[in-house]
T-cell receptor, first 113, second 110 residues
Framework: DVKVTQSSRYLVKRTGEKVFLECVQD?????MFWYRQDPGLGLRLIYF???????EKGDIPEGYSVSREKKERFSLILESASTNQTSMYLC????????????FGSGTRLTVV | GQSLEQPSEVTAVEGAIVQINCTYQ??????LSWYQQHDGGAPTFLSY????GLEETGRFSSFLSRSDSYGYLLLQELQMKDSASYFC???????????FGQGTTLQVKP
């Protein structure tokens, strides 16, 4: 069964900490995405990547950066965590020919205190 | 820019048919996707409409009308397990990303 795996299900961090959220997919997908999900706001795109070492800003990139050194791994970095970054973070991947059909990970619930 | 609107909540009874609407504003897109998300779970892909008309997948059907900037997801023979949130999403092929609506919470009652 194909999978997108996020390293942590729940995470609690302090304000100002540097936070790494890891995502690994085993489907050899070219495209990977990071979204955050908040009540009433749906899923909002933070960053995405079409290929190794490539990245594009999404709709809300401020305060975040990403890294894609290997095809299967896409990391989201919160440079200096703030309380307004408390959210559910969802990683997804898709194959180039079927971009509309994402496979999502189970999410990381991040709380910044 | 692009935006999508969905009703925030819909309630229906087991065995009934329910339609979840999605209206959108965009300057151009390739198609409309639908995702289901159970509480605490990951969103899962349901369907995709590249062309106008109806796409059927078992009990679920999805419809797109580009001239009306409108789509819907139709769920037939509702089951309790269909209680979930449903998201429509625009696929902008030239950027390869999906823009999601805010989601509709469907509650199926006995």
């Amino acid at each position: 069964d194909v999978k997108v795996t996020q390293s942590s299900r729940y995470l609690v961090k302090r304000t100002g900490e540097k936070v790494f959220l890891e995502c690994v997919q085993d489907m050899d997908h070219e495209n990977m995405f990071w979204y955050r999900q908040d009540p009433g706001l749906g899923l909002r795109l933070i960053y995405f990547s079409y290929d190794v070492k490539m990245k594009e800003k999404g709709d809300i990139p401020e305060g975040y950066s990403v890294s894609r050194e290997k095809k299967e791994r896409f990391s989201l970095i919160l440079e200096s965590a703030s309380t307004n970054q408390t959210s559910m973070y969802l990683c997804a991947s898709s194959e180039r020919a079927r971009v509309y059909g994402y496979t999502f990970g189970s999410g990381t619930r991040l709380t910044v205190v | 820019g692009q935006s999508l609107e969905q009703p925030s909540e819909v309630t229906a009874v087991e065995g009934a048919i329910v339609q979840i609407n999605c209206t959108y504003q965009t300057s151009g897109f390739y198609g409309l996707s639908w995702y289901q998300q159970h509480d605490g779970g990951a969103p899962t892909f349901l369907s995709y409409n590249a062309l106008d008309g109806l796409e059927e997948t078992g009990r679920f059907s999805s419809f797109l009308s580009r001239s009306d900037s409108y789509g819907y997801l139709l769920l037939q023979e509702l089951q309790m397990k269909d209680s979930a949130s449903y998201f429509c999403a625009l696929f902008s092929g030239n950027t390869g990303k999906l823009i999601f609506g805010q989601g509709t919470t469907l509650q199926v009652k006995p």
